[in-house]
């Protein structure tokens, strides 16, 4: 199985290269900039003459598109941009995999939902408030009405360790904590914290039983960010009340949040036999690792 992976140089490309045991996977991404030792091809998503070419030269079983502007407020203050990576981009990559007959993985996420009733199922209906959540929404109908092959994954506040990668929350407050630094939390935005290993294991798996349609994937346990925050604290041995519990109204950010959000996991669950990871499973998991504790044993010293 040869899968193509966008977005290889960021948090959930690594994953998914770090993951791929016996799939054969060709990394992409906006500069040529190896990952994890592996090359990686340069293109630039947004130019449908590079896709098509990507597309064509590489002819993957699967694309598995982790590539997007991801900073919800940024989506909000340049919505140009945004269209065009998270929405015009993946109808590109739609069209070259239906002509190829690939499979087409687009990585969604919870900001679909208002926030108003979570968790949520894949049956309930999206109300995004932010144009990153539209944004997704609309790459979602697109993978959706195009592919037969197509599959949509929803996910949410990605965490774990990756050498190279972008600091997730939990990377930021561990970083924070150890320094002895107060770290804000919200403490009104409720999710499941999911695993970024256990995301791409996942992913990997729904492309070797040729899956499609509309799934949710998130860890096992749900939080607000505070808690999130105080259970780092406690697993790492640090102070818990150097967490400080927020309103997100008072961080006055561009894009609104869904706050009561989630993502139920049921189905996937169903289909691919297990469960997904609860968060201490994950942070045992992640302070296990080897590139964990060699690079940041500075940490804990
Ligand atoms: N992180 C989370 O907590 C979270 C939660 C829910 C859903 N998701 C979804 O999961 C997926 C992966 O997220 P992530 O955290 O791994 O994102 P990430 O770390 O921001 O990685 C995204 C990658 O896409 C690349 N990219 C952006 N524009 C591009 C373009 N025009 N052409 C080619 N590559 C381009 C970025 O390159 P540059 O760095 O050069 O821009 C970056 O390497 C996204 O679809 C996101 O919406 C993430």
């Known amino acids: 199985m040869k899968i193509l992976v966008t977005g290889a140089q960021g948090f959930l490309g690594r994953a998914l290269l770090a993951a791929a045991g016996d799939a054969e996977c060709v990394a992409t991404d906006r500069s040529a900039e190896p990952v994890g030792g592996a090359a990686c091809l340069a293109a630039d998503l947004t130019d449908p003459h590079q896709v098509a070419t990507l597309v064509d030269q590489v002819r993957p079983d699967w694309v598995i598109n982790t590539a997007a502007i991801t900073a919800v407020d940024q989506c909000e203050t340049d919505r140009q941009l945004a269209r065009r990576v998270n929405v015009d981009a993946v109808g590109q990559l739609a069209a070259a995999c239906r002509r190829l007959g690939a499979g087409l993985?687009?990585?969604?996420?919870?900001?679909?939902?208002?926030?108003?009733?979570?968790?949520?199922?894949?049956?309930?209906?999206?109300?995004?408030?932010?144009?990153?959540?539209?944004?997704k929404l609309a790459s979602e109908d697109l993978v959706l009405a195009k592919l037969e092959r197509g599959l949509v994954v929803r996910t949410l506040w990605l965490y774990g360790y990756l050498p190279g990668a972008r600091p997730s929350f939990v990377s930021w407050a561990l970083q924070a904590l150890s320094q002895g630094r107060r770290v804000p939390a919200f403490d009104d935005q409720w999710g499941n914290p999911t695993y970024i290993h256990d995301l791409a294991g996942g992913l990997l798996q729904l492309c070797r039983v040729n899956a499609s349609g509309l799934y949710h994937l998130g860890g096992a346990t749900f939080m607000t960010r505070y808690e999130l925050a105080v259970e780092v604290a406690r697993f790492f041995g640090w102070?818990?009340?150097?967490?400080?519990?927020?309103?997100?109204?008072?961080?006055?950010?561009?894009?609104?949040?869904?706050?009561?959000?989630?993502?139920?996991?049921?189905?996937?669950?169903?289909?691919?036999?297990?469960?997904?990871?609860?968060?201490?499973?994950?942070?045992?998991?992640?302070?296990?690792?080897?590139?964990?504790?060699?690079?940041?044993?500075?940490?804990?010293?």
């Open 239 to 301: 102070d818990p009340g150097l967490v400080d519990p927020v309103p997100t109204s008072a961080a006055g950010l561009a894009a609104a949040r869904p706050l009561r959000s989630g993502l139920a996991t049921s189905a996937i669950e169903r289909l691919l036999g297990r469960q997904t990871l609860g968060f201490r499973d994950g942070l045992v998991h992640m302070a296990a690792q080897d590139s964990f504790r060699r690079d940041c044993a500075h940490l804990f010293a």
């Open 105 to 135: 993985v687009q990585i969604s996420t919870d900001y679909v939902f208002d926030g108003t009733a979570g968790p949520y199922a894949e049956t309930d209906v999206p109300r995004p408030l932010s144009y990153y959540g539209e944004s």
